[in-house]
């Protein structure tokens, strides 16, 4: 069965502080993996996506890398205004994302 | 910047009445989606539309679901006679093409049902 974990499921960082959420995925056959971030009741905006090991992306002070079986949203140097929730998810079945439950992300000044 | 739209943001209906929850896909978009994220919980993939008919849906899309592309512009999703379990915000999704294109979200639909 497809599955997306994602950890942690909060972190608290002080703005300046870099760190890693991570993703970890089984899917048969990665056909995209991607990364969003979601205000508090709002929709998911989109921030990357990667298809095949290796592969990197950069925005800013975020960047998403992709193995085999995980990938990684990295930030550096985070503000206040990149605190969210981060939500990773891959293509399951035809073409619907299977989501993972995301990252509470909080950066104090 | 194009985007996806819907409304209303906020419906509250009773228990066993029908809603109607409206989105405008992004103009030059095939593939229309909605999914649900009950509060606290994961985003869920409920159904896909392409064509004119449904692409794959999910076990929570019951027949109490329905979904309908009226017009040129809008898509619906339609929920016969809602249940309490039934409140949750509701997104809907559009992309160009099928495959791995990217699926840009809508600000969502919170339906609570009292």
């Known amino acids: 069965e497809d599955q997306v974990t994602q950890s942690p499921e909060a972190l608290r960082l002080q703005e300046g502080e870099s760190s890693s959420l991570n993703c970890s995925y089984t899917v048969s056959g990665l056909r995209g993996l991607f990364w969003y971030r979601q205000d508090p009741g709002k929709g998911p905006e989109f921030l990357f996506t990667l298809y095949s090991a290796g592969e990197e992306k950069e925005k800013e002070r975020l960047k998403a890398t992709l193995t085999k079986k995980e990938s990684f949203l990295h930030i550096t140097a985070p503000k206040p205004e990149d605190s969210a929730t981060y939500l990773c998810?891959?293509?399951?079945?035809?073409?619907?994302?299977?989501f993972g439950a995301g990252t509470r992300l909080a950066v104090h000044p | 910047e194009p985007e996806v739209t819907q409304t209303p943001s906020h419906q509250v209906t009773q228990m066993g009445q029908e809603v109607i929850l409206r989105c405008v896909p992004i103009?030059?978009?095939?593939?229309f989606y909605w999914y649900r994220q009950i509060l606290g919980q994961k985003v869920e993939f409920l159904v896909s539309?392409?064509?004119?008919?449904?692409?794959?849906k999910s076990e929570i899309f019951d027949d109490q679901f329905s979904v309908e592309r009226p017009d040129g512009s809008n898509f619906t999703l339609k929920i016969r006679s809602t249940k309490l379990e039934d409140s949750a915000m509701y997104f809907c999704?559009?992309?160009?093409?099928?495959?791995?294109?990217?699926?840009?979200f809508g600000p969502g639909t919170r339906l609570t049902v009292l």
């Open positions: 998810a891959v293509f399951g079945g035809y073409n619907k994302l299977i």
């Open positions: 539309f392409y064509n004119n008919e449904i692409s794959e």
């Open positions: 103009s030059n978009h095939l593939y």
């Open positions: 999704a559009s992309t160009r093409e099928l495959s791995t294109d990217t699926q840009y």
